[in-house]
């Protein structure tokens, strides 16, 4: 950086730098024209601007951002930490159940998975802390690699956006196996995060105009793992297809949101689809409730019966 020389001559008369009073300067801002020292100017592509100038210029300049208002960024964080809890989980309830294949063996991962009666019970954790779980090496495999491929959706919404979209369709995982599946049912795993992420990218791409070929490749890899879902035993269809409907909605306020309302209306899907949630959550609870009895929640025996 290069200053501009302090005339020579007397120095009488001459104003002082505001922002060193005791600094006579003969120098001027080209900007705001104040008067300034050479210590406080900075060479600009006209002449030289204050130090004031230059920073009140830097924070006008519109940084570049995505259809969901995103400052574009050049790699994901909540992605890596999100598979690194996923794998901290999995190590921990091996090492409790001493057993790499057969890790829902553990207390903790009983403690933590999905069990209908239980979370109407009052132990609501479950619906969140089951989506960190994983039935042996290939299943978390499986979904930590699913989550590093869908990275980009990260870099599209923000991590704001990108974490609300990951937790809620969690949530619409949990709430579709709650509300659907057979109360004996256990589930557990990333895989309704995971669908969310996938309604969220085929919303995305639709949004963004991509290529018909583009498309129809997302299109052809959520139906190949719906198939999937359905073919193969022991896998929760509801839990992916509950995942898959939420993150599409919630992807959907976020990149189809006018620029001008962007913030309201992304406020406003999320706030919409948490009471939704919720509601549907409390709604159900009773009905679980009258359908069982457990003689012993914490080892997860329950009995099961209609009263009409």
Not at 24 to 39: F, I, K, S
Request: glycine content about 8%; some cysteine; charged content about 15%.
């Amino acid at each position: 950086m290069t200053t501009p020389p302090e005339p020579t001559g007397t120095q009488a008369g001459l104003p002082a730098c505001v922002r060193h009073p005791g600094r006579q300067t003969g120098l001027r801002c080209t900007r705001c024209d104040r008067p300034a020292c050479p210590e406080c100017l900075v060479e600009a592509s006209v002449g030289f601007q204050c130090v004031d100038c230059v920073r009140q210029a830097r924070s006008e300049v519109r940084r570049a951002t995505t259809v969901a208002g995103a400052e574009l960024a050049d790699k994901p964080v909540l992605v890596p930490v999100f598979i690194g809890v996923n794998v901290a989980m999995f190590v921990i309830t091996v090492a409790l159940a001493r057993d790499l294949f057969n890790n829902q063996q553990s207390e903790l991962f009983a403690a933590l998975l999905h069990y209908a009666p239980s979370i109407a019970e009052g132990e609501w954790w479950r619906i969140v802390t089951s989506g960190f779980l994983h039935f042996g090496p290939v299943h978390v495999l499986v979904n930590c690699v699913a989550l590093w491929f869908l990275r980009d959706l990260e870099l599209l919404l923000g991590r704001l956006r990108f974490a609300l979209v990951y937790f809620l369709s969690m949530l619409g995982g949990s709430l579709a196996v709650y509300l659907f599946a057979a109360l004996g049912t256990r589930t557990a795993g990333a895989s309704g995060a995971v669908y969310g992420m996938l309604g969220g990218l085929l919303v995305a791409v639709i949004r963004l105009k991509r290529d018909k070929h583009v498309l129809m490749s997302v299109l052809g890899i959520i139906a190949l793992n719906i198939a999937f879902s359905i073919t193969v035993p022991g896998i929760s269809l509801l839990g992916h297809l509950g995942g898959l409907f939420v993150g599409a909605v919630v992807t959907a306020g976020m990149v189809y949101a006018p620029p001008a309302k962007r913030k309201p209306v992304q406020i406003g899907t999320v706030a919409a689809v948490i009471v939704v949630v919720a509601a549907l959550f409390v709604v159900r609870t009773p009905q679980v409730n009258d359908q069982v009895f457990c003689t012993n929640p914490t080892t997860l025996e329950c009995y099961y019966a209609t009263r009409l």
